[in-house]
């Protein structure tokens, strides 16, 4: 399924995003709305619309596992003593893009 949003748009490189760091599975970019001094957007580059969206099987976990531990590295290597993740579910829960992404955030 082709990922029609602006996170899409921005692995597809039809959009600038100041990207700060990308491997074959992820990419992390700072926001653009910052609520924070340090606000990056970590997604995977599959298309999955919503963490509600994952399978709940091995795979799904190992999947959430590696975008967790990529938040983590992207926060070591800007050298974040404190930091908080957090990711919206659904319309409900305050997710405005609907791909998966996990907010890195800090003001230490």
Known sequence: ????????????RELPASIVYEDEEFIAFKDIRPRSKVHILVCPKEYIPTLADYPDTEEGALKLGRLMLTANRIAKQMGLEGYFIRIHVGEKGGQEVFHVHVHLRSDA
């Open 1 to 12: 399924m082709e990922n029609p949003t602006v996170f899409g748009k921005i692995i597809r």
